[in-house]
Each structure stands twice: as C-alpha cells, then as structure tokens.
C-alpha cells in the first residue's frame, strides 16, 4: 500500500480563520513532507520531518505551523492566511529522508483564502 | 546543487502517437531521477525512478526513460498515447548527501487528440 491521505479535500477560509490540514500514511515511512503547488507550476518544499522531528523549513512565514503528532500523521496549522497562500498543499512521505528516498505524494487538499 | 530542464512546456500528440517527453539533469554526484505524472486536481504519482543499475527503466502504465549519463537526459516515453495519459508530467531529481532536496522541472502538459 502506498496510499497517503489528506483532509480535507477542499478548504475556504477567510484571512481570521484557524485552520488545519491533516495527511497520514502507513507504510512505516519516517520522513514526511509539506508543499505548496500553484497553478501549473511544481510543487514547492515548505517543510521536512524526519523521524517526527523538524529537520527542514524552507523559511516559510509563520502564519503556517506543522506539527507531527507521531510518524503516521502529519497537520499544518493556518493561521492569518493572505489570499496569496490559495494554493494546493500536497503532502508526501518517504522512507528515512535520504536524497535515495522515493516521495509518494497524497491527493492534496485545495485552498483557497478569501 | 542539482536541477532539471523540462523542454517543452506542453506537447500535444495524436492518439496512437509516440509521446516523448525530455529532461535533462545537472546534477554534481550520481544522480536519482523520477518522474511524476500529475493528472487534473489530483496529487503527483510517481510513473518510475532510476538509481543505478540498468539505464533503461520501465514503469506504469506503458512509461519507459532512458538514463544517458552521457548526455545527461532522462527522456520518457511512450509508443502509443492514450486519451487517459492527459496531464501534467514533472521530471525530478534527488539531491546528493548534502541536498535534502527533490528538485522539479517546470512541468510538461500533455493533451491528447482523438
């Protein structure tokens, strides 16, 4: 099985709002993975764990807070969101975080900020 | 640092045609390659992967990439298209013991004609 999840599929939120985006896998992988995909561009790393610990913030503003409850799940909090940050946030996981390491990417979830 | 160039932002090609779809790598140690496919609001899913070994890889649905070192390409294939095989197709490589980072080409479209 190399299904990862995401909920929810489809997110509007008005620039006050808190919010969260959550993604689990079970394949055992310890690394997982937050990007940021607009339109008809590639996905953008925002955010490495490794062993559920931070290994890597690609300098993303604070509005945008992970957390990795245990290595199966994975959420980012949003908080003060720009219309800018509408976006599809894709979430993939890997199996240690190693360059060698294949991502299997999760559906996405699509938000958009008003 | 490692990168790709995807030549072609969008190849439209007959059904029943060859699809050829080029990248091509600059990377400073051994590189590992993927290819993703992304179809309509849906997540990337990987098509195949090169590491080492045999240069020519095989992988879903009818895919094929040729690893040059020579040329430093890796260019997928396809001898027939399909109406299904619509979609946005991202040529990726890993970085090296120092680079965490899976880098995208740009992207490459492609439509399908009947």
């Known amino acids: 099985d190399t299904e990862v999840t995401q909920t929810p599929k489809h997110l509007v939120m008005g620039m006050t709002n808190k919010k969260s985006l959550k993604c689990e896998q079970h394949?055992?992988?310890?690394?997982m993975y937050w990007y940021k995909q607009k339109a008809k561009k590639p996905p953008e790393l925002m955010f490495v764990?490794?062993?559920?610990?931070?290994?890597i913030n690609e300098s993303v503003p604070s509005r945008f807070s992970p957390e990795c409850p245990n290595s199966s799940l994975l959420n980012l909090h949003l908080h003060a969101l720009q219309p800018e940050d509408s976006a599809l946030y894709l979430c993939?996981?890997?199996?240690?975080?190693?360059?060698?390491?294949?991502?299997?990417f999760g559906p996405g979830t699509r938000l958009t900020v008003l | 640092a490692q990168s790709v160039t995807q030549l072609g932002s969008h190849v439209s090609v007959s059904e029943g045609a060859l699809v050829l779809l080029r990248c091509n790598y600059s990377?400073?140690?051994?590189?590992?390659l993927f290819w993703y496919v992304q179809y309509p609001n849906q997540g990337l899913q990987l098509l195949l992967k090169?590491?080492?070994?045999?240069?020519l890889v095989k992988g879903i649905n009818g895919f094929e990439a040729e690893f040059k070192k020579s040329e430093t390409s890796f260019h997928l294939t396809k001898p027939s298209a399909h109406m299904s095989d619509a979609a946005e197709y991202f040529c990726?490589?890993?970085?090296?013991?120092?680079?965490?980072?899976?880098?995208f080409g740009a992207g490459t479209t492609v439509t399908v004609r009947a």
């Open positions: 993939a996981s890997g199996r240690s975080g190693q360059f060698t390491d294949t991502q299997y």
């Open positions: 394949m055992g992988h310890r690394a």
């Open positions: 764990y490794s062993y559920e610990k931070l290994s």
């Open positions: 990377s400073s140690v051994p590189p590992y």
């Open positions: 090169y590491t080492t070994g045999a240069t």
């Open positions: 990726a490589v890993s970085g090296g013991l120092d680079d965490y980072k899976l880098s």
